[in-house]
Structures are given as C-alpha cells and as structure tokens.
C-alpha cells in the first residue's frame, strides 16, 4: 500500500512539475519582453525618452 502510494505520488508529481515547466517561459524571452516593454512605453515616450537618454548618456560618459 505505502509502496503504491509513493509510486503515485512521484509520477503525479513528476506530471506535475513538467506541465508546469512547459508553461514558464524561458529566462531569454522574459528578458527580451522586459526589453521590448521598455523600448515601447519609456523611451517612446515624449518625457521620459530624452530625459532618460540624457541620464544614460552623461552617465555612461562619468564612468
């Protein structure tokens, strides 16, 4: 019975996990969305895009 159990068990769990792991999205995509979000709404913007540009760019010329 115990032994039944735990066989179940671990291939429900193993099931499980897969069908889950097959719905994550990668570490690349989810960066590269981030990316594209940011390229979209804040450098397109009116305001912030320049403001921003500015403080990367003298930013990156202090260091």
Known sequence: MLRRYIIVNGISSAVLYAGIWAFVPSMASVTQA?????DTFVMGHTFLGPVLHRIITVSASIF
């Open 34 to 38: 981030a990316s594209e979000a940011w």
